[in-house]
């Protein structure tokens, strides 16, 4: 079984931040694959399942996402390589998507906690959100902020394409390294 982790803070406060990506990135594959978001009442996650895969999006706040992860690696019994989690990355330029197995956490609360509680060589989908640009700005309020009015416009884009993404490999049951720029609407 692969288990896709979105990576998100619960609660409507958080619904259109940089940090929520992981989530609506999982909500827009869930509708694609037209199953349904539900609630566990084992594992602190929404989930939907399909016959080899599991779509989860936790339900603790990011710096806690390795806490549900690892429930729902024990729950399945699930090999760390067939774990994709998809986060927001600060690092990269918005729009960019980079795919890799392993690495460190570059910061990120949620991939600390998650290689904390499993390790770290599981798949990470890292979509870029850029850097603000007033470099005084912290940078917990600005993954924690809306995205500006003009990244707005491109984020349907980008979480069509990398959900498109997510779709493919689930059904090739791999994922691959690589980098592509998921503003470009070119497919």
Request: hydrophobic fraction near 35%; charge should be negative.
């Amino acid at each position: 079984m692969i288990v896709i982790v979105g990576l998100g803070n619960p609660g409507q406060k958080y619904d259109k931040s940089r940090h929520n990506l992981g989530f609506v990135t999982i909500g827009a594959t869930t509708n694609k694959l037209e199953l349904e978001l539900k609630k566990s009442k084992f594992t602190s996650t929404m989930y939907a399942r399909g016959d080899d895969f599991e779509l989860i999006a936790p339900l603790t706040y990011v710096n806690e996402s390795g806490l549900a992860v690892a429930k729902v690696q024990q729950k399945h019994g699930v090999d760390i390589n067939d774990i994709w989690v998809i986060h927001d990355d600060t690092e990269i330029p918005f729009g960019e998507v980079r795919v890799k197995r392993g690495g460190t956490s570059g910061g990120h609360n949620g991939i600390k906690s998650i290689d904390e509680a499993i390790g770290t060589d599981y798949w990470r989908i890292r979509v870029g959100v850029g850097r603000p640009e007033n470099h005084e700005y912290d940078l917990a309020d600005y993954v924690l902020a809306e995205f500006s009015a003009e990244e707005s416009k491109l984020i349907p884009a980008i979480v069509d394409r990398v959900s498109d993404f997510l779709v493919q490999s689930i059904h090739n049951k791999e994922l691959s390294a690589q980098t592509f720029n998921a503003k470009n609407e070119d497919k």
